[in-house]
């Protein structure tokens, strides 16, 4: 091995550990507020105020979990965002990657500007259009249902901007030989782009999960009653629930059971990220292909 040699693996050695130092500091940093939430959530309700940053194996209790679920509507709260995410996401995972088929692969009048205006809605702040929709769902008498929660936004134009990109990378010569042997458009579509662009469905799916699973500033005014309220719209209302529910419940006492909430709420989320990781990661690379 010559001198150059090992000055090269030096030189590429160095800026690789220190890549390596900052993400682990990254990673701790964004990990411990999230690990104290958990751990926090099994202490006694007055050790988290008394003691913060302290815990103790031996003072280990669910008595703030029993205490939430006692006092908070958490249940419900997980129903209606289990509805609204398999209603809204399966609309979003078929009409989106179609809008995106017919903006790749085919060409028609307007379509630039149809698309242009389609990018443009992703400039307008969600505050923008939240009075018009509100009041679009009172004219339809759709305020407090799930049609209020699911369809607004439901087809959404990210969704179709991601899915474009990836569909333009799929090379024409496929779909003009499924052509010949006599597949309709549509078919080209479920046989043909659907296989060539999984790890693209892959990412987009879990970033539509997880969107949908945190959304709250459209839920929490669509769905103002607490029988249609999301998860996250409980999450909201925590503290004035236990206070309502438990009279003489102390500062200490909503913490606890706020922290148990949080931990609760994080898990589908937890799961979710780490059975579908490689796919998330395919799906973002195969997004960021030139179309």
Known sequence: MTTLDVRARRTTGRPRAGAHVFLLVLTVALLAPVAWAVLSSFKPAGEIIRDPLGFDPATLTFANFRGMFQDVPIGSGFLNTGVVLVAKGAITMFCAPLAAFAFAKYSFRGKNLIFGTVLLTLMLPVIVLIIP????????GWVNTYQ???????VDAFAIFWMRQVIAAVPDELLDAARVDGCGEFAIFLRVIVPA???????????????????FVWPVVAASSSRMATLQVVLSTLAQNIKG????????TVTGELLAAASIALIPLLILFIVLQKHFINGILAGSVKG
Do not use: F
């Open 133 to 140: 929709l509100l009041l679009e769902m009172k004219e339809l």
């Open 148 to 154: 209020a929660l699911i369809l607004p936004g439901s």
């Open 197 to 215: 662009i999984r790890p693209g469905l892959a990412g987009l799916g879990v970033l539509t999960i997880m969107n949908i699973y945190n959304d």
């Open 245 to 252: 529910n438990r009279v003489g419940a102390d500062y200490a």
